[in-house]
C-alpha cells in the first residue's frame, strides 16, 4: 500500500514538472498570461520596444494600461486594434516607420491619456484619422514629414492640453481655429523648426495669454513684417517663456530668399523703419487690478455679445467652472462673472476669461493680471504732526538762544559797545603776575592820566609775597626802568614771611 502511494506521488511530481517549467533555482516559474513573445509584461506595463516588428502582435494582454511599442518598423495600424485594451492609458508609437493612420485607428482608445506618434514618417493628418481620443491630453507628432493638416484634424480633442508638432514640413497653421482643436484647456503649441512662412498675425495676436506664453514659432522663416515684430517684440518684453527662452532662434526672410535669415532681437535695423503705430489695436491691454489681502473681487467677462459659455482660467492654469475652484476659494457666478471673497497671495497672475457663443469668435477672451498687496497700516496723523511741531518749537528756541542770549553772564551791555568778555582764562605768565604785584605798589593813582612810558627809565617795585617765598626772589617791573643798564636793580631775597601789603620797597636807581 505504502508502494502505491509513493508512486501515486512520483507520478504527480513528474506531471507538474512536464507542465510548468523550473527556474534556476528549483522554484516554479509563472507563465505570464497572454504575454506576446519577447515582450516584457509587468502588472499593467507591456513592452514590446526595440523587437523589430513589423506589425502589431495579435494577442495582447487586457490588463495593459501603457502599451510601448517604440523603436520598431511598424508600417501600418489597422482599425479597431486596440478594441482589447480598454483600459489602455498611454500608447507609445514613436521610432517607426508608419506614413498614415487612417479612420477607425483609435476608434477604441477613448481613454487614451497620451499618445506619442513623433520620430515616424507621416506626411498628413486627414480629418478622421484621431477620432475616439476625447480624453486624450498630450500628443506628440514631432519629427515627422506633415505637410498638410486637414482644417478639423483635431476637432474631436476636446481635452488636449500640449501638442508638439515641431521638426515637420508644415508652410502654414490655422491659428484662427487651430484645426479644430479648442483653447480651453490648450497650454504648449509647439510649431517650431517648420516652413512657416505665412503667419495671419490678427489670428495669432487673439490667442489667450496662457496659449501665447506656450507657442513655440522658433526656427521657422517667418515673414520679416512689422507687425509680427512688433508683436513678438511685446512678448518678449512681457517675459513668455516660449519667446524669450528661444530669442536667438526666432528668424525672418529679409528678402525672401533662405540665405537673407535674420534674427528677430538681434538685427533691429532691419525694423528700424517699422512704425509702432501697426501693431496697435492687436492686442487687448490686460486690465491692471490692484486688490489687498483680505478682500474682496469680482470679475466680469466682457464680450461684445452675449456668450453662451463662459469659463475662467486661473493663474495656476486650472479651468475654472461654476461653481468655482476645487479649494473652493474661487466661485463662478451664474451670469459668469468671477468671485473671490477671500482675496489671498495665491490669486496673484492672470484670470482669462474664455467665452463661446453663436455671435462669438470661438476663443474670445478677456484677461485681467490682478496683483495682491498686503495692507500697509496708516501713520498716525496726530502724532506725527505733534512731532513735527516739536521739532519747529525747539529749532526756533535753539535760533532765537544763539542771536539774543548773552554770551556771558553779566555782559548784557556788551551788545552795546564791542564785547570783550568772550576770552577763555588762560594761567598767567610770572610777567604778567609781576606786573599785577606792582600794581598794588605803585604809588600812581589809578584814575591818573596815562602818560607815555620812557623807552630807557623804569621803576622797580620789590613787594614780599603774600605767601612765603622761600628764600626766591621776586621781581615787580614797572615804569621808569632801565632796560640798558640792568644792574642797578637790587634784588631782595624774601626769606621772610610778610603779611603786610603796605610795606614799601621803592629803588629809584
Known sequence: MARLVLQGTLLCMLRVGLMSPLDSEGFLSPAPHNCPYKCVCAADLLSCAGLGLQDVPGALPAAAADLDLSHNALQRLRPGWLAPLSRLRALRLNHNELDALGPGVFTNASGLRLLDLSSNALRALGRHDLDGLGE???????????????????????????????????????????????????????????????????????????????????????????????????????????????????????????TSRVRFFEHSRVFENCSAALARGLEQPEEQLHVQVGQSLRLHCNTSAPAVHIAWVSPQHELLVAPGSRNGSIAVRADGSLAISNVQPWHEGVFVCLATGPHLHHNQTHEY????????????????????????????????????????????SCY?????????????????????????????????PRRKASVHKHVVFLEPGRRSLNGRVQLAVAEDFDLHNPSGLRLKAGSESTSSTGSEGLVMT
Not at 498630450?138 to 508638432?165: P, V
Not at 516739536?390 to 553779566?410: E, I, N, R, S, T
Not at 600794581?439 to 600812581?444: A, D, M, P
Open 136 to 258: 486624450l491630453k498630450m500628443l506628440l507628432l514631432f519629427n515627422n514629414r506633415l505637410a498638410h493638416l486637414d482644417e478639423q484634424a483635431f476637432h474631436g480633442l476636446g481635452a488636449l492640453s500640449r501638442l508638439y508638432l515641431g521638426c515637420n514640413e508644415l508652410a502654414s497653421f490655422s491659428f484662427n481655429h487651430l484645426h479644430g482643436l479648442g483653447t480651453t484647456h490648450l497650454r504648449t503649441l509647439d510649431l517650431s523648426s517648420n516652413h512657416l512662412g505665412r503667419i495671419p498675425v490678427p489670428d495669432l495676436a487673439s490667442l489667450p495669454a496662457f496659449l501665447k506664453n506656450g507657442l513655440y514659432l522658433h526656427n521657422n522663416p517667418l515673414p520679416c513684417d512689422c507687425r509680427l515684430y512688433h508683436l513678438l517684440q511685446r512678448w518678449h518684453q512681457r517675459g513668455l517663456s516660449a519667446v524669450s527662452d528661444f530669442a536667438g532662434e526666432y528668424t525672418c526672410l529679409a528678402f525672401k530668399v533662405p
Open 369 to 412: 493680471n490682478v496683483s495682491v498687496h498686503f495692507p500697509h497700516p496708516e501713520p498716525d496723523t496726530f502724532n506725527t504732526g505733534f512731532t513735527t511741531l516739536l521739532g519747529c518749537a525747539v529749532g526756533l528756541v535753539l535760533v532765537l538762544l544763539y542771536l539774543f542770549a548773552p554770551p556771558c553772564p553779566g555782559c548784557r
Open 416 to 448: 552795546h559797545h564791542t564785547c570783550r568778555c568772550r576770552r577763555w582764562p588762560r594761567t598767567p605768565s610770572p610777567l604778567q603776575e609781576l606786573s599785577a604785584q606792582s600794581s598794588v605798589l605803585s604809588t600812581t593813582p589809578p584814575d591818573a
